[in-house]
């Protein structure tokens, strides 16, 4: 009832065989330009007109290597876990932020008591900081995702003096950490001012494309102080990108003032400019940096979704149930035992 009309070929053209002969040979990267030629339009009207050019180049480069994980640590190395009492972790948000469940649950696997700390919490003093090892920004959708929405959320603690003082107090502790990611990354490095060691972060402006980006995405993790990836530096890693405002702009600042600890690279494990595979423009693929300490970190991507391999379409068998994404958090936890 059914017979093979095709099989895989180890060339880059689909080739259709008659009972005479070829009836058409054609190479992959003209199929998928043609394949693409609709949406690249739409995308040249509605979106950035050179990313549509450059993700149409890179949808017809049938030769480009894809996402790869290359990792320059493996679970043996995992930093030794000390018992004993749980750090307290503020997991913060603010109206809208819909990402603190998978950051609490990181923190939780690593060994710390994770909270659930409203800014409203802050705001009427039902809750303070004073009790906290850690602090997490968590990304989602701040203020409804306007413009501005992670600005704005610096800007509620700025311009309230309690509310300033108390970060910035917790801020100054030698033994305190913080992390904030995509919201909670543009939310923090508005607050630099008030962050030592952080003068020379960036903003975070709307992204190159005009559109939110929401991609699986590869970086790279660069060399740093950051005690979230310490040992992880030259590791390529999948990550999900998901953000309107992830375009790093430096204005009177330089790159190169900055500890830098994450970009986006392209196929070849090369630092990017190129849409998509950096999805929002950023100099040198910037899209993570940390303090000169390395006790704050900041990051547009969003590690905390994807702690189990199963969070992968596909992972290598060697990961086993944990992705490498979680040694951020246990890298956090030994961290705290250390001091």
């Known amino acids: 009832c059914s017979r093979f009309i095709g099989q895989p070929a180890d060339h880059d053209r689909l080739e259709i065989q008659g009972v005479d002969g070829p009836l058409s040979v054609r190479p992959m990267s003209e199929l998928a330009r043609i394949w693409s030629e609709t ?15 450059e993700e149409l180049e890179w949808a017809a480069d049938w030769q480009r ?17 000390i018992g004993g009492d749980q750090p307290r972790v503020a997991i913060l948000r603010e109206q809208g932020v819909n990402g603190q469940r998978e950051m609490a649950r990181a923190f939780m696997a690593a060994g710390f008591e994770a909270v659930d700390v409203h800014m409203s919490d802050l705001e009427s003093g039902r809750m303070d900081l004073t009790g906290f090892r850690g602090l997490v920004a968590c990304g989602g959708f701040s203020f409804g995702d306007v413009l501005g929405a992670g600005q704005g959320w ?53 992204n190159r494309s005009r559109q939110f980006e929401a991609r699986l995405s590869q970086v790279r993790i660069e060399p740093s102080p950051s005690i979230f990836l310490t040992g992880m530096a030259g590791s390529w890693l999948p990550v999900v990108t998901s953000h309107g405002e992830g375009r790093a702009r430096f204005d009177d600042r330089q790159p190169a003032d900055a500890r830098i600890c994450l970009r ?5 494990g090369r630092p990017t400019e190129r849409y998509p595979d950096n999805p929002n423009g950023s100099a040198e693929g910037i899209t993570g940096l940390c303090s000169e300490d390395g006790r704050v970190t900041i990051m547009m991507p969003h590690p905390e979704r994807l702690l189990r391999a199963v969070n992968f379409s596909w992972a290598p068998k060697a990961w086993g149930d944990w992705s490498p994404w979680q040694r951020m958090f246990e890298n956090a936890r030994a961290w705290c035992d250390d001091l």
Not at 39 to 53: K, N
Request: charged share 20%; hydrophobic share 45%.
């Open 154 to 206: 610096a800007r509620s603690i700025l311009f309230n003096d309690r509310l300033r003082q108390q970060f910035a107090d917790f801020f100054e502790r030698s033994d305190s950490f913080a992390l904030g990611v995509c919201n909670g990354c543009q939310m923090l490095s508005s607050l630099a001012e008030i962050i030592p060691g952080a003068a020379a972060w960036p903003r975070f402006v709307h």
């Open 39 to 53: 949406s690249h339009a739409v995308a040249g009207l509605r979106d950035d007109p050179e990313c549509a050019d």
């Open 65 to 81: 290597p894809g996402l790869a994980a290359r990792l320059e640590f493996g679970p043996e190395q995992a930093p030794a876990i």
């Open 264 to 268: 986006y690279i392209d196929g070849h």
